[in-house]
């Protein structure tokens, strides 16, 4: 399953690696004009088109493998892509509704639970132009920082799909284990995490913290620049 595990992410890294390649010599010219107009709807019918092309394929990866590098090679807008990707996440729901009619009602309920979750999560980041902005926000942080440092993906990955997965899932299995000690033990980490991020966003917003994390990302990316130069300048 491991060696199966790492060929499946090979596969996945080098088949985008090759239709960013080929996005890049396809798209020029006239053709990034007409992928402008094409996607300048309202985003009410991109979600719809997003979700079409889903359901059609039965997979958002495919959907936002294929509109990611265009984003990245400026064909297309970040605000044309947020509500087709949102439009994938009710679409990709399509395929467990489909399995869960061939199955009890447990089934049908966790897909019924993962399609209303999903359709919530919509309602509340983008009817309200102002909540539209805060992962459109997010998302242009991100991509600064990825610019000033090419190791901040990984770093960023490592904590949102690890790190703070596995953070709280020992914080619930605390509280649900049933033992008095084990919910005290739980309570004062989640109080001290609570201070911590207080103090996390107070040092970053009054103490200097969001421009010396940012120095330090200049300083590690100069260093690898170097490291990589550094044999041709020796020549």
């Not at 060929?7 to 996945?12: E, V």
């Not at 009710?90 to 359709?119: P, R």
């Not at 010396?212 to 990316?221: E, G, K, L, S, T």
Request: glycine letters at 10%; a positive charge; aromatic letters at 12%.
């Amino acid at each position: 399953g491991l060696v199966v595990f790492i060929i499946g992410l090979a596969m996945l890294f080098i088949c985008l690696f090759g239709l960013v390649h080929v996005l890049q010599k396809m798209l020029l010219g006239t053709s990034t004009r007409i992928i402008h107009k094409s996607t300048n709807v309202n985003g009410y019918v991109a979600i719809a088109i997003g979700c079409a092309i889903t359901v059609m394929v039965q997979s958002s990866s495919i959907t936002t493998s294929s509109l990611t590098p265009l984003v990245g090679i400026g064909v297309l807008k970040l605000e044309q892509m947020y509500p087709l990707t949102l439009g994938a996440n009710i679409g990709t729901c399509v395929t467990g509704i489909l399995a869960g009619l061939l199955s009890d009602v447990n089934g049908m309920q966790v897909a019924l639970a993962h399609f209303f979750f999903n359709v919530t999560g919509i309602v509340i980041w983008y009817p309200v132009p102002f909540m539209r902005q805060v992962p459109l926000h997010a998302a242009r942080q991100l991509g600064r920082a990825t610019r000033v440092w090419k190791g901040f993906p990984i770093v960023y990955i490592a904590t949102m799909f690890f790190l703070l997965p596995l953070v709280f899932l020992g914080l619930s299995y605390l509280f649900m284990a049933g033992t008095k000690g084990l919910t005290i033990m739980g309570s004062l980490i989640v109080i001290a995490l609570f201070f911590f991020l207080c103090w996390l966003a107070y040092y970053c917003k009054y103490k200097g913290g969001k421009e010396r994390c940012y120095n330090a990302m200049v300083a590690r990316q100069t260093r690898r620049d170097a490291m990589e130069t550094l044999p041709e300048d020796m020549q």
